[in-house]
């Protein structure tokens, strides 16, 4: 069975510093690996997506994300981070033939001034 | 593009009535659209899966019979609470996959959620 582990419920970060969000999967095949992001009260945005091709996908707003199947993890990067980056960030695996995503914990960024 | 709205965002309601959430994608053809039930502070937990004129399949736990899915279209699935209790109290959010011919069809697009409060 897919599962995904975000490994920290939450993470600080000073405005202008960058920022790495941490995504572990267990799949079988090769997944389908999304980043989705919530602000407090809304629904989730996508930022991100890897199907196949090249490891190193590039998002909205700045963000990117790393495939290393060695290490099951598909992290998310972003070199200068803005207080409106602020919110629940959620990493979710797909499976091929794709009928439902399952989806991490969540982690909450919160940036500091 | 692949907009999906809700309504209503926020709902109200005593215990034992029932309330019906709309889930629409704008400006595309969804032939399976996706319910997901979040609690505060929680990840999304998959409710069900509902294709477009076929019946609903519903994750283990999900109780058929109280959340009722109709996909009567291919822009419109509707997620309806039966005789809602406090316990019934959380976030609903559904997702729409486009259908094939309209764009990327391995991507969910989801709407804004509703808020249900049962007093």
């Known amino acids: 069975a897919q599962s995904v582990t975000q490994p920290d419920i939450h993470i600080t970060v000073s405005e202008g510093a960058s920022l790495e969000l941490r995504c572990n999967y267990s799949y079988g095949a090769t997944p389908y690996l999304f980043w989705y992001v919530q602000s407090p009260g809304q629904g989730l945005q996508l930022l991100l997506k890897?199907?196949?091709?090249?490891?190193l996908v590039q998002g909205i707003k700045g963000f990117e994300a790393e495939f290393k199947r060695s290490q099951s993890s598909f992290n998310l990067r972003k070199p200068s981070v803005h207080w409106s980056d602020a919110a629940e960030y959620f990493c979710a695996v797909g499976s091929t033939g794709f009928q439902k995503l399952v989806f991490g914990t969540g982690t909450r960024l919160l940036v500091s001034p | 593009g692949a907009v999906v709205s809700q309504h209503p965002s926020r709902v109200i309601c005593k215990s034992g009535t029932s309330v019906k959430i709309e889930c629409r994608s704008l400006?595309?053809?969804?032939?399976?659209m996706f319910w997901y039930r979040q609690f505060p502070k929680q990840s999304l937990m998959l409710m069900a899966t509902s294709n477009e004129g076929s019946k609903a399949t519903y994750e283990q736990g999900v109780e058929k019979d109280k959340f009722l899915i109709n996909h009567a279209s291919l822009t419109l699935s509707t997620l309806t609470v039966t005789s809602a209790h406090p316990e019934d109290s959380s976030f609903y959010i559904c997702?729409?996959?486009?259908?094939?011919?309209?764009?990327?069809?391995?991507?969910?697009?989801f709407g804004p959620g509703t808020r249900l409060t049962v007093l």
């Open positions: 997702s729409a996959r486009v259908a094939s011919g309209f764009g990327d069809t391995d991507t969910q697009y």
């Open positions: 890897y199907f196949s091709g090249d490891t």
């Open positions: 400006d595309f053809q969804a032939t399976t």
